[in-house]
Structure formats: structure tokens, C-alpha cells
């Protein structure tokens, strides 16, 4: 069922797994790993290069400069000098100076670099497959909330192509977002199933685990404006969550905010391509964490660099994920362009 899988066929089905179809735990089967792999893809990096750093002198530290730089060849080339480096300086065998468990700490976080890099940076690309999204509905999240999740609004309006879909708030996992955008059968039937739907361009190419994730659904995208653009000249329809990690960054449980003053232009965007706009807005999705909200204007200047400054709990048996006693609602507004 493996090789299924990965090759995308779509009778791979998971033995004895059926009976977790929509239900409960299957929901939080699909939470655990989706939250799980864009919070321990980051730690695979920053591990392995703290596991090196005393034999190679601190230089394997330059493996994470490649979390801040843009162009894909640049990265490239900071991870392939960063692991000459390593290889040139890490130790051979167990010495006076270095003990057994230095060496084997070392090269394993070597091999973890290794890994991400091939992954991330590397020709490695997990192929498209209807599996993968087959297995989410079939697990189906929305079993997770007590509440429920419901895609309400101006659902006849939605057309399958021109228009761009802007998710607020983004909370801290995008739940409403996920459930009722980039996973959700009902959503992906209403705007077409080559709708694309853009993150973090960090998230999206730099954590390992969760860039196979967004490989095998096939229609995640950085969102950078070269992407945006493009798209919306091809009349491919667009949903992304505008706030980014500043909305992230403001989120306080139980009210309702999004950072939208300066992140209009792609409405701007919009209007030069004849793309209709779409509001979304998910009620509930400020009950799903619970967040620190001191420091703001410290944490808005961190989130400026790219790194989200947030500190949540969410299940009090897994902090990371969310809350199970809430209901999502996200409503779908009338779509709107220069005419309206």
C-alpha cells in the first residue's frame, strides 16, 4: 500500500484503516500529522546543526541562513558549501577529542541535513496524487470539532475560474483556511479543482515533511507575487490567507482581528487582471488556541523577518494542535471587481 501511495493509485488503501473514516480519531490522525510535520521540519535543521556546531566549530550553523534567503539557487548553493564545510570538518573516528556519542551526534545530524536538503533543495519531488487528498476527506478533519465545520455564504456565487479567495483570520493553523479551502471537497468542487492555494513560501520550500505534503496535493503554491501574477493572467482561480504571519503574530483568543491595512495590494493585483475577490472569514478560528499577547510590538518586528513570534496551547494533551470544543464557520462573501 506504500508503493501505492506514492505512485498515486487510487486503490491504495491503508490495511485495516477503514474503520477510522470519518471519524474522531481519524480527524486528529490527519491534525497530528499535518501539524506535526510543519512544526518538526524547522527542528530537523536547527537540531542538526546544534548537534555539529562543537566539532565543526560553529559552521554548520550556516545551515540555517538558508530559511532567509529568496532565490531557490541561493539556497542551494549556502546548503552545498554548508555541507563541504561539514564534511571537511567533522571528525573521521572516536578520538581523545571527540567521544563516541560527539561522533555519532554529529554525523547523524549531518545525515538530517543531509535529508532535508535533498528535499528540500534538491531534484526529490513527491508526485501529484488524488490519494493524498482522497486520504484526508476520508479521515476526515472535521470530524476532530465538537462544533462542527460548515462552509457557509455566497457558495452560488463562487465561479471556477478569475477569481482570488482571501481567508481571514490565519489564526495559528490555519484551520479554517485548511478545512474549508485547501482540503475540503465541497470547496474544491465550487472553485474547481485546479484552484491553487498559496502559503509561506518558507513553510512551503523549506520544511521537508510538510513540502511532500503540499507535493502529493499538487496544487499548494508559494505565494509570492511572481506566482500571484501569473495565476491571475491564467484565469486560475487563487485562495490564500492575506494576514499572513502578522495576523499569526496579533491573534488573541476569542476576538476577532486580521491584518489587512497594509496588505491590499492584491486587490491592486485584481483589479489589472479583471479577478473577482472573494472575503472568507472563519468564525471560531480565535477559539482554536489560546495565545501569549504580550510584547506585540517586539513580535511584529520579529514576524517582519519572516519568523512567526507566536506562543500558543491548544489540547491540553497536545498543546500544538487545536482545541476540540469549538465549531468553525466560514463564511464565503459575493464575489466583487472594478465594476462593483
Not at 202 to 211: A, H, P, Q
Request: aromatic letters at 12%; glycine letters at 10%.
Amino acid at each position: 500500500w506504500l508503493v501505492e501511495l506514492v505512485n498515486g493509485s487510487p486503490a491504495c488503501t491503508w490495511p485495516k484503516m477503514k474503520g477510522l473514516h470519518h471519524t474522531w480519531f481519524g480527524g486528529f490522525l490527519v491534525h497530528f500529522v499535518l501539524a506535526g510535520a510543519w512544526l518538526v521540519s524547522p527542528f530537523i535543521v536547527i537540531l542538526g546543526c546544534f548537534a555539529m556546531a562543537r566539532e565543526s566549530y560553529g559552521a554548520s550553523m550556516l545551515g540555517v541562513g538558508a530559511f532567509f534567503l529568496d532565490g531557490l539557487s541561493a539556497r542551494r548553493a549556502l546548503c552545498c558549501a554548508s555541507i563541504a564545510i561539514d564534511v571537511f570538518l567533522g571528525p573521521r573516528s572516536p578520538s581523545a577529542t571527540t567521544s563516541v556519542a560527539s561522533f555519532v551526534m554529529y554525523w547523524t545530524g549531518f545525515l538530517g541535513l543531509l535529508l532535508n536538503a535533498w528535499i528540500c533543495y534538491g531534484p526529490m519531488r513527491v508526485p501529484k496524487t488524488a490519494t493524498a487528498l482522497k486520504l484526508v476527506q476520508d479521515y476526515d478533519p472535521l470530524k476532530y470539532y465538537s462544533g462542527g465545520v460548515e462552509l457557509k455564504g455566497a457558495l452560488e456565487d463562487i465561479k471556477t475560474e478569475g477569481s482570488l479567495f482571501g481567508f481571514h483570520p490565519h489564526g495559528i493553523l490555519c484551520c479554517g483556511f485548511s478545512w474549508n479551502g485547501i482540503w475540503s471537497k465541497r470547496f474544491r468542487e465550487l472553485a474547481g479543482q485546479d484552484s491553487l492555494y498559496m502559503i509561506d513560501k518558507g513553510l512551503r520550500e523549506d520544511c521537508s515533511l510538510f513540502k511532500m505534503i503540499c507535493d502529493a496535493h499538487g496544487n499548494i503554491a508559494s505565494l509570492t507575487k511572481k506566482n500571484l501574477l501569473k495565476a491571475m493572467a491564467e484565469k486560475t482561480n487563487v485562495a490564500f490567507v492575506p494576514g499572513g504571519f502578522e495576523d499569526a503574530t496579533l491573534m488573541e483568543e476569542a476576538r476577532h482581528s486580521t491584518a489587512i491595512k497594509k496588505r491590499t495590494g492584491f486587490i491592486k493585483y485584481a483589479l489589472q487582471h479583471g479577478c473577482r475577490v472573494h472575503a472568507c472569514y472563519t468564525f471560531g478560528e480565535t477559539d482554536s488556541f489560546s495565545t501569549f499577547t504580550g510584547l506585540k510590538d517586539l513580535r511584529l518586528k520579529i514576524c517582519a523577518k519572516g519568523i512567526p513570534a507566536v506562543s500558543f496551547f491548544g489540547l491540553p494533551s497536545l498543546p500544538f494542535l487545536p482545541k476540540t470544543d469549538i465549531k468553525l464557520a466560514t463564511y464565503v462573501s459575493k464575489g466583487r471587481n472594478g465594476n462593483d
